[in-house]
Nanobody, 116 residues
Framework: QVELVESGGGLVQSGRSLRLSCTAS????????MGWYRQAPGKEREVVAT????????YYADSVRGRFSISRDNAKNTVFLQMDRLKPEDTAVYYC?????????WGQGTQVTVSS
């Protein structure tokens, strides 16, 4: 059973940066598209960014494009999310998972809170 462990969240002021990390167990990571998701209070979980297995193609939601950057290290089964120029509306619990996530377990997520 694949385990996903997210870390790196915290409380920051608007305009500052955070770097999230997510480590996955198992051998499927290096051959899989991975994504970062987030869920704000009272809202549905949404995809924030995705990255193909070799990191050659990335996708960003309109709300974060130009501020967030996704990357991965297949040797360490880890995917990263560099978040710059954070805004209060980025406040959410951030998760990583496979793309698609159907049938996949979710980790505990990491809380990101941006104060104005």
């Amino acid at each position: 059973q694949v385990e996903l462990v997210e870390s790196g969240g915290g409380l920051v002021q608007s305009g500052r940066s955070l770097r999230l990390s997510c480590t996955a167990s198992g051998s499927a990571f290096s051959n899989s598209v991975m994504g970062w998701y987030r869920q704000a209070p009272g809202k549905e979980r949404e995809v924030v960014a995705t990255i193909t297995s070799r990191g050659t193609t990335v996708y960003y939601a309109d709300s974060v494009r130009g501020r967030f950057s996704i990357s991965r290290d297949n040797a360490k089964n880890t995917v990263f999310l560099q978040m710059d120029r954070l805004k209060p509306e980025d406040t959410a619990v951030y998760y990583c998972n496979y793309i698609p996530s159907t049938g996949r377990n979710w980790g505990q997520g990491t809380q990101v809170t941006v104060s104005s």
